[in-house]
């Protein structure tokens, strides 16, 4: 199953997440084909934020993470910067 796994740096977490919770946000995510995902806020750095999420395939998440719309999103809800995104393949899964 193919993930994309994005670091960012935000304004302010509580802002960002109301902002990426809104209904036209996940509308837009379901459409590029985005099949769930998790969010993750540094304890040490409360606005630095992992965003793990998971594809239809690898290609609309290459798509949609390149795309002026989320570019425009991020701007809008106080993304200050992307450190980094990752495309990634889940190979293994376990409980211990």
Known sequence: MPYALGVLTVKDFASWKAAHDIEDGAAIRKAAGM???????????PNKVVHLSQWDSMDAARKFLQSDE???ANEQSGVTGM???HFIEEVDRNSV
Not at 35 to 45: G, H, L, M, P, T
């Open 35 to 45: 099949k769930a995902y998790q969010i993750f806020q540094c304890q040490d750095e």
């Open 83 to 85: 450190e980094s995104v």
């Open 70 to 72: 989320l570019k425009k």
